[in-house]
């Protein structure tokens, strides 16, 4: 499957970056659009958010396949691969089955372990939902508030929501998908070793990546290391930009 991208900028390293679940490219746009002052920065759309294709096919091996594609499609290798959450997952097993594609692999804020379901009140939301029935966003967050109560989750997630030809809107990701499989997305990604040169990225609030899992990801990922953003949660990319920036680039420089 070939994927929806974004490209920003056209010199230097070339740096793609992958989404977390319910996601999509635009939530990288801010970061992608300050990184391309010195690199080449591709956002994608995974199979069944965004933009992308959807499918009945949803698991983490098909997803690396996409990436691995849409590369050949867009003439591109020697990559570094950047992926958040399940973005993650997927860019670990791209550096697992493909590392010749790869020059360096940053993975944010997840670990390859089995992850519990623990979106249920979420998709009980967004299943409640009738996107082609409401008049606006503002109504959609009013019906979301009384299953989340997060307003910052309730946006992000509204960010999939666009409008339809005829009234109304529709969802860009394929929530019938993403529900009925939900538990793909928290499957391990212990398949083999790579080798490949791996940033472990993580917030010190988030209990996605925990001290003890350091040493079983380097047993998969020999030549990882590991850094902290403190203060932040799971939301790296949102809650601090700009280390986020930093980091990458600094990451890349010393992988090319």
């Not at 929806?4 to 056209?10: C, L, M, P, Q, S």
């Not at 969802?171 to 472990?200: P, Q, R, Y």
């Not at 990319?237 to 980091?247: D, G, K, R």
């Amino acid at each position: 499957m070939i994927l929806a991208n974004r490209t920003y900028g056209e010199k230097g390293e070339t740096l793609v970056i992958l989404h977390g679940l319910f996601g999509q490219s635009d939530n990288w746009t801010g970061i992608a659009r300050k990184l391309s002052e010195s690199l080449k920065v591709i956002t994608l759309d995974l199979r069944n958010h965004g933009d992308s294709p959807h499918s009945e096919d949803f698991t983490y091996e098909l997803m690396a396949n996409d990436v691995v594609d849409t590369c050949k499609a867009m003439n591109i290798g020697n990559i570094h691969l950047a992926g958040h959450s399940m973005g993650g997952k997927v860019a670990m097993v791209v550096a697992q089955k493909f590392p010749e594609l790869l020059r360096s692999l940053v993975v944010i804020d997840i670990a390859p372990k089995f992850y519990n379901p623990h979106h249920q009140q979420i998709l009980k939301g967004l299943n409640a939902l009738k996107p082609s029935e409401i008049q606006g966003r503002q109504d959609a967050e009013e019906e979301l508030s009384a299953y989340i109560q997060d307003a910052g989750v309730r946006q992000f997630l509204l960010k999939n929501l666009k409008r339809k030809d005829t009234d109304g809107f529709e969802w860009k990701f394929n929530l019938k998908v993403l529900t009925d499989k939900i538990e793909n997305v928290g499957k391990s990604t212990k398949d083999a070793i790579s080798v490949v040169a791996a940033l472990f990225f993580y917030g010190e609030k988030s209990s996605y990546l925990k001290d003890s899992d350091k040493t079983e990801i380097q047993a998969l990922f020999p030549n990882s290391e590991f850094r902290m953003m403190e203060g932040a949660g799971h939301w790296l990319h949102a809650e601090n930009p700009t280390e986020m920036i930093a980091v990458l680039k600094d990451w890349v420089n010393r992988n090319s």
